[in-house]
């Protein structure tokens, strides 16, 4: 199930000019065949600094804020694929079993029961995890968001859930009520700060905390986005009715891990709200 | 599901355009009932200048069925 033949790129996050390292994200979709607008060219460069100044861009490993626009339906599927951030995985996003009517610019992309995205994407550094912003999620039942193309469990802490993102299958993992009614939508994060400490939280709000958690084995697999099941087979894409605004893998700590509601993670949420209103994006 | 059916020797195809791609991919999954499967949807995309139009005359030529996709693995 692994890919053949994707080339992988090595793109380390710019450290420097929010604006260079836009300019070489649009220069790399429109090599892919997309469009970006204008505003969400100008929005990305204040998301950019934003993300430097919060410190999470440097531990970006991977991120995609699915931001195709302002040209034919294929041209936004075709410019949505292209990550800002790819220094892990696939030079774009695979779109697998879909096609444009997957994506609209207001919402990011459409689950219809049939597609899911494939990154290629091995995670760095066991002292990581996942973000994954959900501009209109619903109740999913057992159901995981990010899978591995393999069995194994190195990944299973990516899953944002609402009674277990550790379990030892990724199938036991769904979103649910936790937050209260519309929880269902917003950034959802799953992180370990340690190999036996792991925590999930949804707009900067702790939902789950395990300080004794089963270590695991490390490295986990090629990560897919959308799947819901343990390992990420393509007759288990994620049911219809879940709209993404984009997901991003991460490397190191970046918040305290003591301070809830906490700060980092609040401004991250911040600064994605203000990038997504620029594709008239609404993540809640 | 509304499907298409796909033959071993329609997998092969498809394996080899997918290797043309570097956004895109088919991969059949299999039905409860063992056949290899694709959405039927997918012929939707399938004109000139269509995210599919290069799979247009395999996906056209596919026998289309309704069938049951297994149920999560949990």
């Not at chain 1, 970006?60 to 699915?66: E, G, K, S, W």
């Not at chain 1, 990011?108 to 912003?133: C, F, H, K, V, W």
């Not at chain 1, 519309?182 to 939902?207: E, K, M």
């Amino acid at each position: 199930m692994i890919g053949v033949g994707i080339s992988t790129s090595q793109r380390r996050p710019a450290a420097g000019s929010p604006t260079a390292a836009v300019m070489d994200w649009e220069s790399r979709i429109v090599a892919n065949g997309g469009t970006i607008s204008a505003a969400a060219k100008a929005a990305a460069i204040t998301l950019v600094g934003s993300l430097q100044s919060i410190g999470l861009w440097d531990k970006l490993d991977r991120f995609n804020p699915f931001s195709g626009s302002d040209g034919s339906a294929t041209e936004n599927l075709a410019g949505s694929l292209v990550p800002l951030v790819n220094r892990i995985g696939s030079a774009v996003d695979i779109i697998v079993n879909g096609g444009p009517g997957n994506y609209d610019v207001a919402f990011g992309m459409i689950s219809d029961g049939s597609m899911y995205l494939r990154t290629e994407a091995l995670p760095q550094n066991i002292i990581g995890g996942m973000g994954l912003a959900l501009s209109v999620g619903a109740a999913t039942g057992k159901q995981t968001f990010a899978g591995c193309t393999d069995t194994g469990v190195g990944c299973r802490f990516f899953a944002p859930s609402t009674t277990s993102y550790r379990d030892a299958n990724w199938g036991s993992s769904s979103i649910g009520t936790i937050g209260g009614t519309g929880g269902y939508s917003g950034l959802h994060f799953a992180r370990r700060r340690t190999l036996t400490d792991l925590v999930r939280g949804r707009n900067g709000t702790l939902q789950q905390l395990d300080t004794a958690a089963d270590a695991g084995d490390i490295p986990a697999f090629g990560m897919l986005v959308f799947a819901n099941n343990a390992r990420g087979s393509a007759s288990q894409a994620l049911s219809a009715g879940q709209r993404f605004a984009g997901y991003f893998f991460f490397s190191g700590i970046v918040d305290d891990g003591v301070t809830w509601p906490n700060p980092t993670w609040t401004a991250i949420h911040a600064a994605l709200q203000t990038y997504f209103a620029s594709l008239g994006r609404t993540l809640p | 599901m509304n499907a298409l059916i796909v033959t071993p020797a329609q997998a092969a195809e498809i394996d080899a355009i997918n290797a043309t791609f570097r956004d895109r991919r088919l991969e059949p999954v299999e039905a409860v009932d063992g056949r290899k499967v694709l959405p039927a949807s997918l012929l939707t995309d399938c004109a000139p200048g269509g995210w599919w139009f290069a799979y247009a005359a395999l996906l056209n030529a596919m026998e289309r069925a309704t069938v049951e996709l297994p149920e999560d693995e949990t």
